[in-house]
């Protein structure tokens, strides 16, 4: 009663019902979900834009359309198209425009313990970096000195304060974040061994637009134009004119990022970019959620009454799905030959890479599986694609509540996944 286990063969023919409609937490593989109503939403090619904009006073505006992978580089592409207008001051403020999506942070269905480590990043239509960041640390040359600390990238949102000291033997490093007048603070803490090798903390930070913001203002300071202004929140008045956008990544590749690696900051901000193109509105976690369940019951046999679904990423306990509702959506995706093909690549591939990379090694469904993960305490679940050879794929979906040990668990998995290749 613990178990939801189905599977169909490519033409719809039952090969494993063990309490197939059986409702149970599903954690991360809620994503499969997502990111089927998110590709049939917007087509697997589509991208999002990040504007730069001027008007009449000499602001600067940073507008953000909901790119979740609005990284470094092109940050840095967008500076370098803005270059070409030729301005080399700025007199106004830098403006960060997030109003495209509503401002709760985080979505009432995740987990409701925050902490501030990258993997529950805040969300915001305008982001940057995954609104985390990395904080590097080496030793000092001499033991007792402060070893070397440094944020990625460098810029005046982030404040670091260094209370490390280099020792003679052991590594024992921590960082702390605390908000302070508009800024984020973090304080790094312990020891670094001498000769050690560099060491990484990622954390995530408050004030997501900001944080951009303050980045746009040090590439720009790179490049050789001075802002003189402060950086603000604010809305982008209709007649300011843009004078760089970036093009995000295609959704497709997205998808990868937030499949493979199971990211839930990636299927919030895509859920809530959804909500926004679909009801023309500021984008809304509550609306993305209605207009996924529109999807999934409009595209399968799927009633009110048959599902919970409280969050996207499925970082909850609440969510509640059986195998065999999982397997009917793959289904439709198979069918769907507009996003089949860019949905099944962005899966984890069996002993190959992502959340499966370490799983699946000797067994017949090593790199012939596609399968997306879910963990959470007492939860394991795997759903996908299993190869049967000459083009045949088996439909998947294998569901876990309880107290057995999980890695046994996954390993059970992993062995019933590959039976359904041979």
């Not at 505006?61 to 990284?71: E, H, I, N, S, T």
């Not at 401002?103 to 269905?109: A, I, N, Q």
């Not at 970096?129 to 949102?157: C, H, L, M, Q």
Request: glycine fraction near 8%; proline fraction near 3%.
């Amino acid at each position: 009663e613990h178990l939801s286990l189905y599977a169909v063969s490519a033409g719809g023919e039952e090969v494993l019902n063990i309490n197939g409609k059986k409702k149970l937490i599903p954690a991360s593989i809620t994503k499969l979900l997502t990111t089927a109503a998110v590709m049939d939403t917007f087509k697997p090619d589509h991208q999002f834009k990040t504007e730069l904009l001027t008007d009449t006073k000499g602001n600067l505006y940073l507008k953000g359309y909901g790119d979740p992978a609005f990284v470094s580089e092109k940050m840095w592409m967008l500076v370098n198209d803005f270059l070409r207008a030729r301005i080399k001051k700025f007199e106004g403020n830098i403006i960060c425009d997030e109003s495209y999506f509503d401002d709760e942070r985080f979505d009432e269905g995740r987990e409701s313990e925050r902490n501030d480590r990258a993997y529950d990043a805040p969300v915001s239509a305008l982001s940057f970096n995954w609104n985390s960041t990395t904080i590097f640390v080496r030793p000092g040359d001499v033991k007792g000195e402060k070893a070397n600390v440094w944020s990625d990238p460098e810029n005046d949102y982030i404040i670091l304060k260094n209370k490390t000291v280099t020792a003679a033997h052991g590594t024992d490093l921590s960082a702390e974040r605390s908000f302070e007048n508009g800024h984020d603070v973090l304080t790094v803490t312990g020891k670094i061994a001498m000769g050690s090798p560099e060491k990484h903390i990622y954390k995530n930070i408050t004030e997501p637009a900001l944080y951009a913001g303050y980045n746009l203002k040090a590439f720009l300071h790179q490049r050789g134009v001075e802002v003189t202004g402060k950086v603000v929140k604010g809305e982008t008045p209709a007649s300011a004119k843009v004078v760089a956008e970036s093009q995000s990544d295609r959704l497709y590749q997205i998808a990868t990022s937030m499949n493979k690696f199971s990211n839930n900051f990636v299927a919030e901000m895509l859920a809530k970019g959804m909500a926004a193109e679909q009801t023309g509105k500021q984008g809304k976690m509550a609306a993305a959620i209605e207009k996924i369940r529109d999807f999934l019951k409009g595209n399968s046999s799927m009633t009110d009454k048959d599902f919970t679904l409280v969050n996207v990423s499925g970082f909850t306990r609440q969510n509640r799905f059986s195998a065999a509702q999982f397997v009917d959506i793959l289904s439709w995706v198979k069918n769907n030959f507009s996003i089949a093909p860019e949905f099944i690549h962005s899966l984890p591939v069996a002993g190959v890479d992502g959340t499966l990379e370490k799983r699946f090694h000797g067994l017949p469904g090593e790199r012939n599986v596609r399968a997306k993960t879910g963990l959470l305490n007492g939860v394991v679940a795997l759903s996908g694609f299993a190869s049967r050879g000459k083009g045949g794929l088996t439909i998947f979906a294998f569901i876990f509540n309880g107290t057995e040990n999980e890695a046994h668990v996954r390993e059970t998995f992993d062995q019933l996944a590959s039976q359904l290749v041979k």
